[in-house]
Protein backbone atom coordinates (compact mmCIF):
# COMPACT_ATOMS: atom_id res chain seq x y z
CA UNK A 1 0.00 0.00 0.00
CA UNK A 2 1.48 3.63 -1.14
CA UNK A 3 0.57 6.90 0.77
CA UNK A 4 -1.69 8.81 -1.16
CA UNK A 5 -0.18 12.75 -1.06
CA UNK A 6 -2.85 15.45 -2.42
CA UNK A 7 -1.50 19.26 -3.43
CA UNK A 8 -2.62 22.53 -4.40
CA UNK A 9 -0.76 25.83 -5.12
CA UNK A 10 -1.50 28.65 -2.92
CA UNK A 11 -0.91 32.50 -2.97
CA UNK A 12 1.60 32.95 -0.23
CA UNK A 13 2.95 36.10 0.45
CA UNK A 14 6.42 36.39 -1.24
CA UNK A 15 9.31 38.67 -0.88
CA UNK A 16 8.46 42.28 0.81
CA UNK A 17 11.12 44.83 1.00
CA UNK A 18 11.09 48.85 1.14
CA UNK A 19 14.32 50.76 0.18
CA UNK A 20 15.54 54.35 -0.16
CA UNK A 21 16.63 56.11 -3.40
CA UNK A 22 17.40 59.96 -4.36
CA UNK A 23 16.32 61.55 -8.12
CA UNK A 24 18.45 64.67 -8.28
CA UNK A 25 16.87 67.46 -9.89
CA UNK A 26 18.53 69.99 -11.39
CA UNK A 27 17.09 72.24 -14.10
CA UNK A 28 16.60 75.64 -15.65
CA UNK A 29 12.96 77.08 -15.99
CA UNK A 30 12.06 79.46 -18.27
CA UNK A 31 9.33 82.25 -17.42
CA UNK A 32 6.95 82.81 -20.16
CA UNK A 33 6.56 86.26 -21.78
CA UNK A 34 3.06 86.88 -20.89
CA UNK A 35 4.05 86.21 -17.01
CA UNK A 36 5.93 88.78 -15.49
CA UNK A 37 9.22 89.05 -14.92
CA UNK A 38 10.62 87.87 -11.02
CA UNK A 39 11.59 90.24 -7.94
CA UNK A 40 11.85 87.74 -5.88
CA UNK A 41 11.82 83.55 -5.21
CA UNK A 42 9.16 82.75 -2.82
CA UNK A 43 9.28 79.08 -2.77
CA UNK A 44 9.89 75.85 -5.07
CA UNK A 45 7.85 72.59 -4.66
CA UNK A 46 8.99 69.27 -6.40
CA UNK A 47 6.51 66.04 -6.93
CA UNK A 48 7.03 63.10 -8.46
CA UNK A 49 4.53 61.34 -11.12
CA UNK A 50 5.30 57.70 -11.72
CA UNK A 51 4.01 56.79 -14.94
CA UNK A 52 5.58 53.41 -15.32
CA UNK A 53 6.75 50.75 -13.34
CA UNK A 54 8.73 47.38 -13.91
CA UNK A 55 9.54 44.84 -11.79
CA UNK A 56 12.48 42.18 -12.29
CA UNK A 57 14.55 40.09 -10.03
CA UNK A 58 16.62 42.25 -8.27
CA UNK A 59 15.70 45.33 -9.32
CA UNK A 60 12.84 47.99 -9.74
CA UNK A 61 12.40 50.60 -13.16
CA UNK A 62 10.48 53.54 -12.60
CA UNK A 63 9.49 56.17 -15.50
CA UNK A 64 8.12 59.35 -14.93
CA UNK A 65 8.64 63.75 -14.18
CA UNK A 66 9.38 65.42 -11.34
CA UNK A 67 6.78 68.17 -11.49
CA UNK A 68 8.85 71.12 -10.54
CA UNK A 69 6.51 74.17 -9.27
CA UNK A 70 8.58 77.36 -8.42
CA UNK A 71 6.19 80.26 -6.68
CA UNK A 72 7.79 84.11 -6.92
CA UNK A 73 6.87 87.65 -6.47
CA UNK A 74 6.61 89.53 -9.73
CA UNK A 75 7.79 92.67 -10.67
CA UNK A 76 6.13 96.19 -10.45
CA UNK A 77 2.92 94.78 -8.29
CA UNK A 78 2.54 91.99 -9.95
CA UNK A 79 1.96 89.60 -6.57
CA UNK A 80 2.12 86.04 -5.92
CA UNK A 81 2.75 84.23 -9.36
CA UNK A 82 3.73 80.60 -10.61
CA UNK A 83 5.29 78.74 -13.05
CA UNK A 84 6.11 74.95 -13.17
CA UNK A 85 8.22 72.48 -15.65
CA UNK A 86 7.93 68.78 -16.21
CA UNK A 87 11.20 67.28 -15.61
CA UNK A 88 11.74 63.50 -16.90
CA UNK A 89 13.54 60.72 -15.15
CA UNK A 90 14.27 57.01 -15.29
CA UNK A 91 14.82 55.47 -12.02
CA UNK A 92 16.26 51.82 -11.39
CA UNK A 93 16.86 51.06 -7.83
CA UNK A 94 18.29 47.45 -6.67
CA UNK A 95 15.97 44.91 -4.47
CA UNK A 96 16.21 41.60 -2.85
CA UNK A 97 16.51 38.71 -4.94
CA UNK A 98 12.92 36.95 -4.88
CA UNK A 99 10.34 35.03 -7.20
CA UNK A 100 7.00 36.25 -7.70
CA UNK A 101 3.81 35.79 -9.65
CA UNK A 102 2.10 38.85 -8.73
CA UNK A 103 3.56 42.60 -7.07
CA UNK A 104 2.86 45.84 -6.23
CA UNK A 105 5.30 48.58 -5.31
CA UNK A 106 3.26 52.03 -3.61
CA UNK A 107 6.28 54.86 -4.33
CA UNK A 108 6.32 57.78 -2.05
CA UNK A 109 8.47 60.33 -0.30
CA UNK A 110 9.41 63.56 0.31
CA UNK A 111 11.81 66.68 -1.06
CA UNK A 112 14.92 66.02 0.09
CA UNK A 113 16.39 69.99 -0.29
CA UNK A 114 15.78 72.28 -3.39
CA UNK A 115 17.65 75.30 -3.68
CA UNK A 116 16.81 77.63 -6.43
CA UNK A 117 17.94 81.02 -7.94
CA UNK A 118 16.93 83.75 -10.22
CA UNK A 119 19.87 83.86 -12.98
CA UNK A 120 18.00 86.39 -14.48
CA UNK A 121 14.24 88.23 -14.26
CA UNK A 122 13.77 85.65 -16.71
CA UNK A 123 15.43 82.23 -15.94
CA UNK A 124 15.58 80.46 -12.72
CA UNK A 125 17.92 77.87 -11.76
CA UNK A 126 16.61 74.92 -9.52
CA UNK A 127 19.07 72.36 -7.59
CA UNK A 128 17.76 69.51 -5.34
CA UNK A 129 17.01 66.11 -4.68
CA UNK A 130 13.79 64.39 -3.90
CA UNK A 131 13.97 60.88 -1.76
CA UNK A 132 11.83 58.08 -2.53
CA UNK A 133 10.76 55.42 -0.26
CA UNK A 134 9.72 52.17 -2.48
CA UNK A 135 7.79 49.50 -0.68
CA UNK A 136 7.59 46.28 -2.73
CA UNK A 137 5.79 43.48 -1.66
CA UNK A 138 5.25 40.26 -3.57
CA UNK A 139 3.31 37.03 -4.07
CA UNK A 140 4.33 33.96 -5.07
CA UNK A 141 2.46 30.33 -6.08
CA UNK A 142 3.77 27.38 -3.58
CA UNK A 143 2.55 23.86 -3.37
CA UNK A 144 1.32 22.96 -0.07
CA UNK A 145 -0.26 19.09 0.96
CA UNK A 146 -3.82 19.26 1.65
CA UNK A 147 -4.56 15.95 2.66
CA UNK A 148 -3.09 12.44 3.39
CA UNK A 149 -4.51 8.82 3.03
CA UNK A 150 -3.92 5.53 3.47
CA UNK A 151 -1.04 3.67 5.69
CA UNK A 152 -2.43 3.83 8.86
CA UNK A 153 -1.93 7.84 8.53
CA UNK A 154 -3.13 10.14 10.72
CA UNK A 155 -3.45 13.98 10.24
CA UNK A 156 -4.32 17.30 11.56
CA UNK A 157 -5.28 19.97 9.37
CA UNK A 158 -6.16 23.78 9.61
CA UNK A 159 -7.96 26.10 7.07
CA UNK A 160 -6.12 29.58 5.62
CA UNK A 161 -8.16 32.44 4.17
CA UNK A 162 -6.33 34.98 2.80
CA UNK A 163 -6.69 36.80 -0.60
CA UNK A 164 -4.84 36.79 -3.83
CA UNK A 165 -3.75 39.64 -6.21
CA UNK A 166 -5.53 39.61 -8.56
CA UNK A 167 -4.95 42.75 -10.81
CA UNK A 168 -2.89 45.81 -9.97
CA UNK A 169 -3.05 48.64 -12.51
CA UNK A 170 -1.92 52.79 -12.48
CA UNK A 171 -3.03 54.31 -15.56
CA UNK A 172 -2.80 58.43 -16.56
CA UNK A 173 -6.83 59.59 -17.65
CA UNK A 174 -7.40 63.18 -18.46
CA UNK A 175 -10.89 64.53 -18.18
CA UNK A 176 -12.06 67.93 -19.54
CA UNK A 177 -14.78 70.55 -18.65
CA UNK A 178 -15.70 74.03 -18.65
CA UNK A 179 -14.35 77.00 -16.40
CA UNK A 180 -15.72 80.34 -16.46
CA UNK A 181 -14.32 83.29 -14.73
CA UNK A 182 -15.98 86.42 -13.57
CA UNK A 183 -13.37 88.92 -14.68
CA UNK A 184 -10.54 88.21 -17.30
CA UNK A 185 -8.02 86.63 -15.39
CA UNK A 186 -4.62 88.25 -15.31
CA UNK A 187 -2.80 85.37 -13.80
CA UNK A 188 -3.43 81.28 -12.89
CA UNK A 189 -1.86 80.78 -9.52
CA UNK A 190 -2.03 77.39 -8.84
CA UNK A 191 -4.74 74.61 -9.49
CA UNK A 192 -5.26 71.88 -6.75
CA UNK A 193 -7.95 69.09 -6.90
CA UNK A 194 -9.28 66.11 -5.29
CA UNK A 195 -11.50 63.45 -6.95
CA UNK A 196 -14.37 60.71 -6.20
CA UNK A 197 -15.38 57.12 -7.38
CA UNK A 198 -19.11 57.32 -7.52
CA UNK A 199 -19.35 53.88 -9.15
CA UNK A 200 -17.65 51.10 -9.76
CA UNK A 201 -18.64 47.99 -11.87
CA UNK A 202 -16.46 45.10 -12.01
CA UNK A 203 -17.12 42.48 -15.41
CA UNK A 204 -14.40 39.51 -16.15
CA UNK A 205 -11.59 41.15 -17.14
CA UNK A 206 -12.90 45.09 -17.51
CA UNK A 207 -13.74 47.67 -14.71
CA UNK A 208 -16.04 50.63 -15.28
CA UNK A 209 -15.17 53.70 -13.00
CA UNK A 210 -17.36 57.05 -13.06
CA UNK A 211 -16.66 59.66 -10.85
CA UNK A 212 -16.13 63.76 -10.79
CA UNK A 213 -12.48 65.42 -9.67
CA UNK A 214 -13.42 68.28 -8.33
CA UNK A 215 -10.19 71.35 -9.02
CA UNK A 216 -10.06 74.63 -6.81
CA UNK A 217 -8.27 77.52 -8.89
CA UNK A 218 -6.81 80.09 -7.54
CA UNK A 219 -6.38 83.18 -9.53
CA UNK A 220 -6.06 87.29 -10.06
CA UNK A 221 -7.83 89.39 -12.19
CA UNK A 222 -6.82 91.98 -14.44
CA UNK A 223 -5.95 95.36 -12.07
CA UNK A 224 -6.23 93.63 -8.86
CA UNK A 225 -3.79 91.72 -6.14
CA UNK A 226 -6.22 90.16 -4.34
CA UNK A 227 -6.48 86.48 -4.82
CA UNK A 228 -9.63 84.50 -5.97
CA UNK A 229 -10.83 80.87 -5.84
CA UNK A 230 -13.16 78.82 -8.37
CA UNK A 231 -14.12 75.67 -7.89
CA UNK A 232 -15.42 73.03 -10.95
CA UNK A 233 -16.38 69.90 -11.07
CA UNK A 234 -15.07 67.68 -13.68
CA UNK A 235 -16.63 64.61 -14.87
CA UNK A 236 -14.99 60.99 -15.75
CA UNK A 237 -16.15 58.11 -17.14
CA UNK A 238 -13.35 54.90 -17.62
CA UNK A 239 -13.71 51.81 -18.96
CA UNK A 240 -10.69 49.84 -17.94
CA UNK A 241 -9.37 46.16 -19.68
CA UNK A 242 -7.50 44.54 -16.37
CA UNK A 243 -6.50 40.74 -17.02
CA UNK A 244 -7.61 38.91 -14.13
CA UNK A 245 -10.27 40.92 -12.70
CA UNK A 246 -13.43 38.64 -11.71
CA UNK A 247 -16.98 40.41 -10.03
CA UNK A 248 -16.17 38.51 -7.03
CA UNK A 249 -13.61 40.56 -6.21
CA UNK A 250 -12.95 42.79 -3.09
CA UNK A 251 -11.28 46.22 -5.65
CA UNK A 252 -9.43 49.41 -4.27
CA UNK A 253 -9.81 51.89 -6.99
CA UNK A 254 -8.38 55.73 -6.05
CA UNK A 255 -8.49 58.65 -8.79
CA UNK A 256 -5.30 60.58 -7.57
CA UNK A 257 -5.37 64.29 -9.74
CA UNK A 258 -1.15 65.43 -10.85
CA UNK A 259 -2.20 68.66 -12.70
CA UNK A 260 -3.84 70.64 -14.80
CA UNK A 261 -4.09 73.02 -17.90
CA UNK A 262 -6.57 75.67 -18.37
CA UNK A 263 -7.36 77.63 -22.19
CA UNK A 264 -8.76 80.53 -22.60
CA UNK A 265 -12.59 80.80 -24.58
CA UNK A 266 -12.92 82.98 -27.47
CA UNK A 267 -15.18 86.12 -27.15
CA UNK A 268 -17.83 85.07 -24.48
CA UNK A 269 -17.38 81.36 -24.72
CA UNK A 270 -16.08 79.89 -21.40
CA UNK A 271 -12.58 78.23 -20.84
CA UNK A 272 -11.26 75.24 -20.55
CA UNK A 273 -9.84 73.04 -18.53
CA UNK A 274 -7.71 70.18 -18.27
CA UNK A 275 -7.33 67.46 -15.26
CA UNK A 276 -4.73 64.90 -15.72
CA UNK A 277 -5.39 61.88 -13.03
CA UNK A 278 -3.60 58.89 -11.92
CA UNK A 279 -6.23 55.84 -11.80
CA UNK A 280 -4.86 53.27 -8.96
CA UNK A 281 -7.12 49.96 -9.24
CA UNK A 282 -5.94 46.76 -6.81
CA UNK A 283 -7.92 43.64 -6.55
CA UNK A 284 -7.85 40.84 -4.12
CA UNK A 285 -9.67 37.82 -4.49
CA UNK A 286 -10.40 35.92 -1.53
CA UNK A 287 -9.52 31.89 -0.63
CA UNK A 288 -9.72 29.48 1.50
CA UNK A 289 -7.58 26.56 1.64
CA UNK A 290 -7.45 23.07 3.70
CA UNK A 291 -3.61 22.14 3.91
CA UNK A 292 -2.03 19.59 6.50
CA UNK A 293 -0.07 21.19 9.88
CA UNK A 294 1.00 17.53 11.33
CA UNK A 295 1.09 14.00 10.84
CA UNK A 296 1.56 10.29 11.77
CA UNK A 297 0.78 6.54 11.21
CA UNK A 298 -0.44 3.98 13.13
CA UNK A 299 1.61 1.18 11.43
CA UNK A 300 4.71 2.64 9.85
CA UNK A 301 7.66 4.81 11.64
CA UNK A 302 6.89 8.37 10.13
CA UNK A 303 9.37 10.95 9.39
CA UNK A 304 7.68 14.46 8.11
CA UNK A 305 9.86 18.02 7.13
CA UNK A 306 8.41 21.45 8.07
CA UNK A 307 7.93 24.24 6.17
CA UNK A 308 7.32 27.96 6.83
CA UNK A 309 4.67 29.69 4.81
CA UNK A 310 3.25 33.08 4.73
CA UNK A 311 -0.47 34.09 4.01
CA UNK A 312 -1.87 37.65 2.87
CA UNK A 313 -5.54 39.04 4.15
CA UNK A 314 -7.17 42.28 3.66
CA UNK A 315 -6.96 43.81 6.89
CA UNK A 316 -9.54 46.55 5.77
CA UNK A 317 -10.43 48.80 3.48
CA UNK A 318 -9.87 52.56 4.37
CA UNK A 319 -12.33 55.42 3.28
CA UNK A 320 -12.01 57.64 6.08
CA UNK A 321 -11.18 61.91 7.12
CA UNK A 322 -9.00 63.00 9.46
CA UNK A 323 -8.56 66.35 10.75
CA UNK A 324 -5.34 67.79 11.00
CA UNK A 325 -4.55 71.00 12.87
CA UNK A 326 -1.29 73.15 14.12
CA UNK A 327 -0.34 76.59 14.76
CA UNK A 328 3.10 78.41 15.17
CA UNK A 329 4.37 81.91 15.67
CA UNK A 330 5.24 83.71 12.13
CA UNK A 331 8.07 86.59 11.96
CA UNK A 332 6.16 89.64 11.32
CA UNK A 333 2.68 89.36 13.19
CA UNK A 334 1.07 91.75 10.30
CA UNK A 335 1.53 88.90 7.72
CA UNK A 336 -1.67 89.32 5.00
CA UNK A 337 -1.79 85.32 4.27
CA UNK A 338 -2.30 85.14 0.39
CA UNK A 339 -2.18 80.88 0.08
CA UNK A 340 -1.97 77.46 1.78
CA UNK A 341 -0.90 74.17 0.44
CA UNK A 342 -0.45 70.68 1.75
CA UNK A 343 1.82 68.29 1.40
CA UNK A 344 2.26 64.37 2.38
CA UNK A 345 5.09 61.99 3.47
CA UNK A 346 5.24 58.26 3.28
CA UNK A 347 2.38 56.37 5.02
CA UNK A 348 3.63 53.72 8.32
CA UNK A 349 1.69 51.75 10.81
CA UNK A 350 3.20 52.11 13.75
CA UNK A 351 1.75 50.65 17.46
CA UNK A 352 0.30 53.61 19.59
CA UNK A 353 -0.98 52.19 22.98
CA UNK A 354 -0.93 48.62 21.65
CA UNK A 355 -3.17 49.03 19.00
CA UNK A 356 -1.99 49.91 15.45
CA UNK A 357 -2.63 53.32 13.99
CA UNK A 358 -1.72 54.63 10.57
CA UNK A 359 0.22 57.97 10.53
CA UNK A 360 1.68 60.22 7.50
CA UNK A 361 3.71 63.53 7.88
CA UNK A 362 1.58 66.71 6.61
CA UNK A 363 3.99 69.69 5.68
CA UNK A 364 1.60 73.00 5.15
CA UNK A 365 3.45 75.86 3.18
CA UNK A 366 1.40 79.22 4.24
CA UNK A 367 1.99 82.36 1.36
CA UNK A 368 1.86 85.67 2.99
CA UNK A 369 2.89 89.30 2.40
CA UNK A 370 4.39 91.25 5.82
CA UNK A 371 4.41 94.60 6.65
CA UNK A 372 7.41 95.56 4.11
CA UNK A 373 5.36 94.24 1.05
CA UNK A 374 7.51 91.16 0.76
CA UNK A 375 5.94 87.78 0.06
CA UNK A 376 7.41 85.10 2.20
CA UNK A 377 6.85 81.09 2.87
CA UNK A 378 5.96 79.55 5.91
CA UNK A 379 6.30 75.91 6.69
CA UNK A 380 4.34 74.08 9.45
CA UNK A 381 4.96 70.25 10.20
CA UNK A 382 1.72 68.25 11.15
CA UNK A 383 1.61 64.87 11.93
CA UNK A 384 -1.80 63.10 10.87
CA UNK A 385 -2.49 59.84 13.09
CA UNK A 386 -5.41 57.87 12.05
CA UNK A 387 -6.94 54.67 14.89
CA UNK A 388 -7.36 51.56 12.33
CA UNK A 389 -10.73 49.76 12.93
CA UNK A 390 -10.81 47.27 16.07
CA UNK A 391 -10.19 44.07 15.62
CA UNK A 392 -6.85 44.19 13.44
CA UNK A 393 -4.23 42.39 15.00
CA UNK A 394 -0.97 43.82 16.10
CA UNK A 395 1.44 41.57 15.55
CA UNK A 396 2.43 39.87 11.99
CA UNK A 397 3.16 42.45 9.16
CA UNK A 398 0.83 45.30 8.75
CA UNK A 399 1.54 47.52 5.26
CA UNK A 400 -0.78 49.76 3.75
CA UNK A 401 -1.69 51.10 0.18
CA UNK A 402 -3.30 54.61 0.60
CA UNK A 403 -3.16 57.65 -0.92
CA UNK A 404 -3.92 61.17 0.80
CA UNK A 405 -5.56 64.44 -0.34
CA UNK A 406 -6.36 67.67 1.52
CA UNK A 407 -9.96 69.09 2.00
CA UNK A 408 -10.80 72.58 3.31
CA UNK A 409 -7.44 73.32 3.86
CA UNK A 410 -7.84 76.30 5.81
CA UNK A 411 -4.84 78.95 7.36
CA UNK A 412 -4.88 82.04 9.40
CA UNK A 413 -2.68 84.37 11.16
CA UNK A 414 -3.80 85.76 14.64
CA UNK A 415 -1.69 87.79 16.50
CA UNK A 416 1.64 86.66 14.90
CA UNK A 417 0.64 83.46 15.26
CA UNK A 418 0.05 80.97 11.70
CA UNK A 419 -3.28 78.85 12.50
CA UNK A 420 -3.52 75.94 10.40
CA UNK A 421 -6.56 73.47 9.99
CA UNK A 422 -7.34 70.77 7.41
CA UNK A 423 -9.21 67.54 6.96
CA UNK A 424 -7.41 64.82 5.09
CA UNK A 425 -9.58 61.73 3.13
CA UNK A 426 -7.46 58.54 2.87
CA UNK A 427 -8.33 56.05 0.67
CA UNK A 428 -6.72 52.85 0.38
CA UNK A 429 -6.23 49.16 2.03
CA UNK A 430 -4.49 47.69 4.58
CA UNK A 431 -2.85 44.27 4.57
CA UNK A 432 -1.77 42.09 6.76
CA UNK A 433 1.05 38.83 6.49
CA UNK A 434 0.41 36.01 8.59
CA UNK A 435 3.26 32.74 8.84
CA UNK A 436 2.04 29.41 9.75
CA UNK A 437 4.27 25.61 9.94
CA UNK A 438 3.06 23.26 7.80
CA UNK A 439 4.03 19.47 6.34
CA UNK A 440 6.74 20.33 3.45
CA UNK A 441 7.10 16.42 3.09
CA UNK A 442 6.09 13.24 4.66
CA UNK A 443 8.11 9.77 4.35
CA UNK A 444 7.27 6.23 6.03
CA UNK A 445 9.90 3.92 7.17
CA UNK A 446 9.73 0.63 8.59
CA UNK A 447 6.88 -0.89 10.20
CA UNK A 448 6.03 -0.49 13.53
CA UNK A 449 6.28 -3.04 16.14
CA UNK A 450 3.68 -4.90 16.56
CA UNK A 451 1.48 -4.41 19.90
CA UNK A 452 1.54 -6.21 23.28
CA UNK A 453 -1.67 -8.05 22.73
CA UNK A 454 -2.25 -8.77 26.38
CA UNK A 455 -2.11 -4.32 26.95
CA UNK A 456 -6.00 -3.33 26.03
CA UNK A 457 -5.49 0.09 27.63
CA UNK A 458 -3.26 2.13 29.26
CA UNK A 459 -3.98 5.54 31.03
CA UNK A 460 -2.18 8.64 30.36
CA UNK A 461 -2.49 11.77 33.15
CA UNK A 462 -2.97 14.45 30.82
CA UNK A 463 -2.58 18.69 31.67
CA UNK A 464 -4.39 21.40 31.00
CA UNK A 465 -4.12 22.71 27.41
CA UNK A 466 -2.58 19.39 25.82
CA UNK A 467 -3.69 18.14 22.34
CA UNK A 468 -5.04 14.92 21.61
CA UNK A 469 -3.33 14.91 18.82
CA UNK A 470 -0.30 15.04 19.72
CA UNK A 471 -1.16 12.20 22.52
CA UNK A 472 -2.25 9.99 19.89
CA UNK A 473 0.91 10.73 18.05
CA UNK A 474 3.12 9.62 21.14
CA UNK A 475 1.19 6.07 21.24
CA UNK A 476 0.72 5.21 17.17
CA UNK A 477 -2.97 5.69 18.43
CA UNK A 478 -5.73 7.15 16.13
CA UNK A 479 -7.12 10.22 17.59
CA UNK A 480 -10.65 9.19 17.04
CA UNK A 481 -9.95 5.57 18.93
CA UNK A 482 -9.05 7.91 21.55
CA UNK A 483 -12.22 10.37 22.01
CA UNK A 484 -14.23 6.84 21.86
CA UNK A 485 -12.44 5.12 24.39
CA UNK A 486 -12.94 8.30 26.50
CA UNK A 487 -16.24 9.37 25.94
CA UNK A 488 -15.26 12.84 24.26
CA UNK A 489 -16.86 14.85 21.82
CA UNK A 490 -16.21 14.29 18.44
CA UNK A 491 -13.98 17.33 17.34
CA UNK A 492 -12.16 17.72 20.57
CA UNK A 493 -9.17 18.97 20.18
CA UNK A 494 -7.44 20.41 23.63
CA UNK A 495 -8.34 19.72 27.03
CA UNK A 496 -9.58 21.97 29.14
CA UNK A 497 -8.59 20.53 32.61
CA UNK A 498 -6.02 17.76 33.70
CA UNK A 499 -7.32 14.45 34.04
CA UNK A 500 -6.98 10.56 32.97
CA UNK A 501 -7.12 9.47 29.77
CA UNK A 502 -7.57 5.84 28.35
CA UNK A 503 -4.85 4.98 25.23
CA UNK A 504 -6.44 2.38 23.51
CA UNK A 505 -3.83 -0.68 22.11
CA UNK A 506 -3.50 -1.29 18.84
Not at 318 to 324: I, R, S
Not at 379 to 390: C, F, Q, T, Y
Not at 404 to 419: K, M, P, R, V
Amino acid sequence: MELKVFRDTLSAAGGSCTVKAEIPIENEILISDYLPQVFKLVKCFARPVILQKQLQPGRLTMEGYIRCTVFYQGEDGAGLCQTEQKIPFNKTVELPGFEFSSWSAMVEGETEYLNCRAVNPRRIEVRGAFGLVISVHAQCRTEVITALSDCGIEQKQAVFSGVRCAAVLDKMITADGELRFSKAPAAILDITGTAVIRDLKLISGKAVAKGEIHAMCAWRAQGENTLQSIAVSIPFNQILDVEGLTDDCKCLCVVEPVGFSVAAGEGEEPGRITANALLHLRAWRPYELSFVTDAFSTQYMTSIEMKKLSGEKLACMLDETAAVTGSGPLPDENTRLLACFAAFGPAQILLRGGMPVLTARVLVTAFGENSLGEIESYDKALELVLPLPAGIPADGELYPECWFSAEDLQAGCTGGTLEVSLNVHIEGAILYRQSWSCIGSVELGELLDPADPEISLRIYYAQAGEELFAIAQRFHVSPGQMLAANGMEAGTQALPSACRLLVPGA
